[in-house]
């Protein structure tokens, strides 16, 4: 069982975020979701455009959009990593 303690109530816009890194991570394994994290950070020189983030916030953005509309994130991750878009 895994537990995250925050401070402040968080938002369901940054739970998602934060759970499609979840859902990243499990389809890629630690290291190529380590390799393409580091990698898009020292690519870039931003946060905001390493790839993984660009994925999560762009779901994020459709999920805050249209909440009731159902969309598969792990489809979304497999697609991504497919096109090598990390």
């Known amino acids: 069982m895994d537990i995250i303690v925050h401070s402040e109530r968080l938002s369901d816009a940054l739970l998602f975020h934060e759970l499609v890194h979840v859902v990243q991570y499990e389809v890629l394994g630690l290291r190529r979701f380590a390799g393409y994290y580091v990698r898009g950070f020292l690519t870039s020189g931003s946060y905001d455009d ?4 660009r ?3 762009s779901l994020g953005h459709r999920f ?3 909440p009731r509309e159902g969309f598969s994130v792990l ?4 697609e991504w990593q497919a096109s090598g878009r990390f």
Request: no cysteine; net charge negative.
């Open 50 to 53: 390493i790839p993984l983030e």
């Open 55 to 57: 994925q999560a916030y």
């Open 64 to 66: 805050e959009q249209r």
């Open 75 to 78: 489809e979304e991750v497999r």
